[in-house]
């Protein structure tokens, strides 16, 4: 399969514990880009990447949050200190370029008890 | 900023019955749109996309789009819905950011299908 590939597919984890999501993109795929989707809702713009460069971040991203992409390769999309209201679905996209096709994973579904 | 709303929440139809899921968008210049599905526990499908070329846009599954610049809409439509078109579909802008863009998504509507 080489769609975009994300790591866990569920996540449970207790209210204050750290989590870290990883990011496999599509191949050669310059573009990633992190969205959260919560309940009733559409997803909602997080973050991107241009390779390895983290090119802005959304003001949902509070400081508790943070995103790489090392190699640019993967990315990994990290919370720390988790609350409640992170529980969400946690979406990763890839695209070769700028306004080409964006490829989602299939997510990773965060609940934090 | 870009924004797209979707009017229905909630869409229902019958097997072999027309579908329209509307949508209605707010940029300050010529937008790039798109509808996107997401059938439960499957990643998001893009359906079909516009950037100002042909104001009707076909797409996958035989559904098509038509960009209504004078009502700010791009509704989606299907002649005949099947059994396998139940799912959210998302009707999205593209934003333009600080060093690109980024897709601005609507909140959805649920495509029921019955027999």
């Known amino acids: 399969d080489t769609g975009v590939s994300q790591n866990p597919r569920h996540k449970i984890t207790k209210r204050g514990q750290n989590v870290t999501f990883r990011c496999d993109p599509i191949?050669?795929?310059?573009?990633l880009y992190w969205y959260r989707q919560t309940l009733g809702q559409g997803p909602e713009f997080l973050t991107y990447?241009?390779?390895?460069?983290?090119?802005?971040k959304s003001r949902l991203l509070s400081d508790r949050f943070s995103a790489e992409r090392p190699k640019g390769s993967f990315s990994t999309l990290e919370i720390q200190r988790t609350e409640q209201g992170d529980s969400a679905m946690y979406l990763c996209?890839?695209?070769?370029?700028?306004?080409?096709?964006?490829?989602f994973g299939q997510g990773t579904r965060l609940t934090v008890v | 900023a870009q924004s797209v709303t979707q009017l229905d929440s909630h869409v229902s139809v019958s097997e072999g019955t027309p579908v329209l899921l509307r949508c209605n968008y707010s940029?300050?210049?010529?937008?790039?749109l798109f509808w996107y599905v997401q059938h439960p526990n499957k990643g998001l499908q893009l359906l079909l996309k516009?950037?100002?070329?042909?104001?009707l846009v076909k797409g996958i599954n035989g559904f098509e789009a038509e960009f209504k610049k004078s009502e700010t809409s791009f509704h989606l439509t299907k002649p005949s819905a099947h059994m396998s078109d139940a799912a959210e579909y998302f009707c999205?802008?593209?934003?333009?950011?600080?060093?690109?863009?980024?897709?601005?998504f609507g909140k959805g509507t649920t495509l029921s299908v019955s027999s």
């Open positions: 996209a890839s695209s070769l370029f700028e306004d080409t096709e964006a490829f």
């Open positions: 191949s050669e795929h310059n573009r």
């Open positions: 990447f241009q390779n390895e460069a983290q090119l802005e």
């Open positions: 940029s300050s210049y010529s937008p790039s």
């Open positions: 516009y950037t100002s070329a042909a104001t």
């Open positions: 999205v802008v593209s934003e333009r950011r600080q060093a690109g863009t980024a897709l601005i």
